[in-house]
């Protein structure tokens, strides 16, 4: 599987090793003129995952977040993974 990042390269190889199935890339959410696909859902504990650089960590609270809280009744989790 290719990934976009070292950092979501490492976090997969993290899930593996805990054994934690996951999905890439496969669940959108979409708002009136844009749309957002979080990196990882692990589907057994209902969890959307995104991992970014450190570098990035104040872009967590851009509009991806919003939507993401918008639509957020449907999941049970949604983390930011920095690192």
């Known amino acids: ?15 593996k090793k805990e054994k934690l199935e ?9 708002g009136r003129n844009k749309s957002y696909i979080p990196d990882f859902f692990i589907e057994t504990i209902d969890a959307i995952i995104e991992v970014k650089p450190i570098a990035l960590l104040y872009e967590l609270y851009d509009w991806r977040r919003n939507l993401v809280e918008q639509n957020l009744k449907k999941y049970s989790s949604f983390f930011f993974v920095c690192g």
């Open 1 to 15: 599987m290719a990934f976009k990042s070292e950092e979501e390269r490492r976090f997969a190889s993290w899930l």
């Open 22 to 30: 996951f999905h890439y890339e496969t669940i959108q959410f979409v």
